[in-house]
């Protein structure tokens, strides 16, 4: 501890002395020297993978080493400039002991604040998905799990969560991959989600129509050499049925009649390949093979989410794009940046990326994703009591070096509601779950219960005569229910 004895060592003084000092801490107002700044999140691991965290710097100014703050993670780091404001500097003479001359100062400049940084996130919507991860975690054990709330029309995230995570006031505590952002980070073949992908573009070109027919040939097909499967032994469906029942081999012939260049455009398109331009960093573009690339194969596979790697915001702005008439929008995490007055320094908006698909087309695929949730479809775990859902199943077998490894599997359920005139889009996503792995038995249930809270909360009006409960039956975390702001770091 710093004491006031004058850079004395106060072990080494007599007994009186000793207590002399003592009773002086005790007793006086003193200053002690600071080797750190503490920087401190009041809600510990809520949205820590959002906010990120901390770390201490060293620079050197005019000779000087300077200590001071700086962003390692998350919006911590991807705004640090301006978060961290400006140093103050002087220009003056001294005299011959280094004491500063006064009247010959040339010129003060007082130190700046930075600014902060208002999210889109908000904090109750956060706290809801974080909870209803952790249950499914506790469920079902997978290795992680992540959800993902966002206004289809705005692009705006009301929530980005994913376990394990950690606490930013405690780094010591947390492993590097806890506090990883799997969501923009990780890449994985997405499964049947994909499937919007091929089945929308086909209805946008007009090559199909949700009543035409495909031979799934009861569970097995062959085609360039390689074996494609069902989990199911369908035989003819309608492309509808093939959505409903998530059906790989009739989304694979969908792909065959459309050919890859077509079906290459539109996985381009709904921005696979490409970073989504979140302001956060660390973000991957996926992995999407060039067309000269393509195997034989991949013109089935591909459809079926095979021989693609995408990152789970990615898939869930595509799942967006159809949910708001066929037109893909940047993801905003941030709303805008404020000074300490709360005047707006920086405003962000919504920001349109282009038109995916038609409006009609997006209508008929919202009409077939509607199938999903039925007692016929894949996911009737993800039905609302109140609102008519749509959405798509995802069950991906992981794979490794060496081919498919067995028994490890992505499972994930996309969703929006109310169907026709979507509020928000949530998704769900397990890796390597251990008790259960088809996203409908599993990663739906968590969207539901997530659901559920959030149109609660958000007061979404329900569809039937029927309302929600108030929103005010749910509890916000911390006192202030609005986690939009990442404070300033002053100088």
Request: net charge negative; hydrophobic share 40%; with cysteine.
């Amino acid at each position: 501890m710093t004491n006031l004895s004058f850079g004395l060592d106060e072990k080494q003084l007599p007994r009186a002395e000793r207590e002399f000092y003592r009773d002086l801490r005790r007793g006086a107002i003193y200053t002690e020297k600071l080797d750190d700044q503490l920087r401190v999140y009041p809600n510990q691991a809520l949205a820590a993978h959002v906010l990120g965290y901390v770390g201490m710097e060293e620079p050197e100014v005019d000779g000087h080493r300077l200590l001071e703050t700086s962003g390692k993670d998350g919006i911590e780091q991807s705004f640090n400039s301006a978060l961290a404001g400006v140093r103050g500097w002087r220009l003056t003479e001294t005299d011959r002991p280094g004491r500063e001359v006064v009247p010959l100062r040339e010129q003060d400049v007082e130190p700046c604040d930075g600014l902060n940084v208002v999210l889109t996130i908000d904090s109750v919507v956060q706290h809801i998905v974080e909870s209803a991860l952790a249950e499914g975690m506790e469920k079902h054990s997978p290795s992680n799990i992540s959800g993902i709330v966002v206004r289809p029309r705005t692009g705006e995230i009301l929530a980005l969560a994913m376990l394990p995570n950690f606490d930013p006031n405690n780094l010591d505590a947390a492993s590097v991959d806890a506090r990883r952002n799997r969501v923009i980070g990780d890449v994985a073949e997405p499964g049947s989600t994909f499937k919007i992908i091929v089945v929308s573009g086909a209805l946008n070109d007009g090559l199909v129509r949700l009543s035409d027919t495909f031979d799934c040939e009861h569970g097995y097909f062959y085609f360039a050499g390689r074996p494609l499967h069902d989990h199911e032994s369908y035989g003819v469906l309608s492309v509808e049925n093939i959505i409903t029942h998530s059906s790989n081999i009739g989304a694979a012939k969908i792909g065959i009649k459309m050919g890859q260049n077509r079906l290459y455009d539109y996985i381009r398109n709904y921005g696979f390949g490409t970073r989504t331009g979140l302001k956060l960093l660390g973000e991957s573009g996926g992995l999407v093979p060039k067309l000269e690339k393509w195997k034989k194969v991949s013109i089935a596979q591909i459809p079926m989410g095979q021989g693609i790697a995408v990152t789970r915001l990615q898939m869930t702005m595509a799942m967006c794009a159809i949910a708001n008439k066929g037109v893909l929008m940047q993801p905003m995490i941030v709303d805008r940046l404020e000074d300490s007055d709360h005047k707006v320094a920086v405003k962000y908006s919504p920001q349109r990326v282009r038109q995916v698909i038609s409006a009609p087309a997006a209508e008929l695929m919202v009409q077939a994703l509607e199938t999903v949730v039925s007692p016929e479809g894949t996911a009737p775990k993800a039905a609302l009591a109140h609102y008519t859902v749509a959405g798509k199943t995802g069950t991906a077998q992981k794979a490794g070096s060496h081919g498919y490894l067995p028994g490890k599997y992505f499972a994930s359920f996309i969703g929006f509601f109310p169907a026709n005139n979507p509020e928000v889009c949530i998704s769900v996503m397990m890796d390597e779950p251990k008790h259960g792995y088809y996203g409908g038995q599993i990663a739906a249930p968590v969207f539901k219960q997530i659901a559920e809270s959030v149109a609660n909360y958000l007061n979404i009006p329900p569809e039937d005569s029927e309302a929600p409960t108030a929103p005010g039956t749910i509890e916000a975390p911390v006192d202030n229910r609005s986690l939009k702001t990442a404070a300033a770091r002053s100088q």
